[in-house]
Each structure stands twice: as structure tokens, then as C-alpha cells.
């Protein structure tokens, strides 16, 4: 008897990420086409307690490393943010803020290139990533001391205000 299918095993993921990996809320990220060393990197930390969660270490914890495996390659395997031509941006993105942010986006942009769009094995996409999700993230990454990141994260994140850093994520919630 087969094991199952990697549709199978990432169904659990669609009540939150939504179905094939294009979140349907504004607190929860699109994970379609997300880079798969990042993918299996964030569950791993997931299932170890290693990063914050309200819901994903419980979840994390129903799957084996291989199960974790199977499910980031499939999600990285999709497309990204499209299911039936609906766009995955938020409704409540300023044009004003969103010019604000893009200068001060430039420091973000050695890793997150192309405003957002390019993603590498252990960087994602967040151009068109839900504005609400990333304004959670940003906030998590400035005042949560222990929260996993990469130290040159924390010290952009450093340098800019809370307003600044409102601005960034308009801006790149705004590209496409």
C-alpha cells in the first residue's frame, strides 16, 4: 500500500494557508512557490519550538521529517499567489505609504530582490504578500528579541521606526 501523496499530506495546511498554498486572510501567508529550503527550514523550527507560533508547532508535531520534506517541495512547487486569477493583496494597501517605503525598501532588497519577487534557497518572496501579514512580521522581527531570524534582519530592522517599517510594507505588499 502506498504511503500518501504529497496533496494529501499538505491538505491540513489549506484551512489556514488556504488551497494550494494561497492564503485567503490577511494574517496568514501565501506559502504557494515559496523557496523549499525555507519551507522545510520553517517547519522544522515549527515542529522544535524553535519559532514563536500560536498553531503551527502543534501542527508541525503531526509530521515526521520526511512528511516536512515532502510537504515543502510540494507547496515550493506551485505557483505563486494566484488561485482562479484572484490576486492574494491586501485590500487596504496606501499608494502614499507604499512610495514612502520604496527607498527606505532598498536596504531590504539585498536579500528580498526584484521589490520582493526574487526568492534564493533560504530568502521568500514577499512582493504581494498580504500587507497585514507583513506588518505582523516586521513587528515580530523589531521587538521580539528572540524571535529566529538572520542578524542582518535585526539590524535593518533596527534602523528603521515603526513608521518607517509600516511604509516598507506597503510597499512591497503593493508589488505584484
Known amino acids: 500500500m502506498a504511503g500518501p501523496t504529497p496533496s494529501m499530506l499538505s491538505n491540513t495546511c489549506a484551512g489556514c494557508h488556504g ?9 496568514i501567508p501565501t506559502i504557494a512557490g515559496m523557496p523549499y529550503n525555507f ?5 522544522t523550527e515549527f515542529l522544535k519550538d ?3 507560533s500560536t498553531i503551527m508547532s502543534r501542527v508541525a508535531k503531526g509530521y515526521s521529517d520526511a512528511d516536512i520534506d515532502v510537504i515543502a517541495k510540494h507547496f515550493s512547487e506551485l505557483k505563486w499567489g494566484v488561485q482562479g486569477g484572484a490576486s492574494v493583496k491586501g485590500k487596504s494597501i496606501d499608494p502614499a505609504k507604499a512610495e514612502k517605503g520604496k527607498p527606505l525598501a532598498k536596504e531590504c532588497e539585498k ?3 526584484e521589490g520582493g519577487k526574487k526568492q534564493d534557497e533560504d530568502t521568500p518572496r514577499i512582493a504581494g504578500q498580504w ?10 522581527y523589531k521587538t521580539n528579541e528572540k524571535y529566529p531570524q538572520p542578524k542582518k534582519m535585526k539590524s535593518q530592522m533596527d534602523k528603521l521606526s515603526v513608521e518607517d517599517l509600516e511604509a ?7 508589488q505584484k
Open 39 to 43: 519551507l522545510k527550514l520553517m517547519m
Open 19 to 27: 488551497p494550494n498554498g494561497v492564503a485567503p486572510g490577511p494574517s
Open 50 to 52: 524553535e519559532r514563536p
Open 111 to 113: 536579500c528580498h530582490e
Open 131 to 140: 500587507l497585514e501579514y507583513l506588518l505582523i512580521k516586521m513587528d515580530d
Open 168 to 174: 516598507v510594507a506597503h510597499y512591497f505588499a503593493s
